[in-house]
């Protein structure tokens, strides 16, 4: 069974730091390409960052510079380290998988960890 268990969200002022985790298990994480996404209330969910199989990397523009994707393929665990953080960075954080990369479509979700970025 594939599973995806997000970890590390919280409440944060602005100018804070936050790091997410996303703990993979059930298919081979050396396979994939991890995203992060997500969704604040009443907008739709977007993509913030990922990392494909090779290791290559994408942003969203709002987080250029200011979050740090990466993976540690031992631990099947991909982290989002948030620094910076601005009270529009507020949202559910999600994570999912997609087979080798980030174009693929991404079939497996977590649950999401809740970000909140205090003014």
């Known amino acids: 069974e594939v599973q995806l268990v997000e970890s590390g969200g919280g409440l944060v002022q602005a100018g804070g730091s936050l790091r997410l985790s996303c703990a993979a298990s059930?298919?081979?994480?050396?396979?994939?390409?991890i995203g992060w996404f997500r969704q604040a209330p009443g907008k739709e969910r977007e993509g913030v960052s990922c990392?494909?199989?090779?290791?290559?990397?994408h942003y969203t523009d709002s987080v250029k510079g200011r979050f740090t994707i990466s993976s540690d393929n031992a631990k099947n665990t991909v982290y989002l380290q948030m620094n910076s953080l601005k009270p529009e960075d507020t949202a559910v954080y999600y994570c999912?998988?997609?087979?080798?990369?980030?174009?693929?479509?991404?079939?497996?979700w977590g649950q999401g960890t809740q970000v909140t970025v205090s003014s």
């Open positions: 990392i494909d199989l090779d290791g290559t990397i």
């Open positions: 999912a998988a997609a087979i080798a990369t980030c174009l693929q479509g991404f079939d497996s």
């Open positions: 059930g298919f081979t994480f050396d396979d994939y390409a």
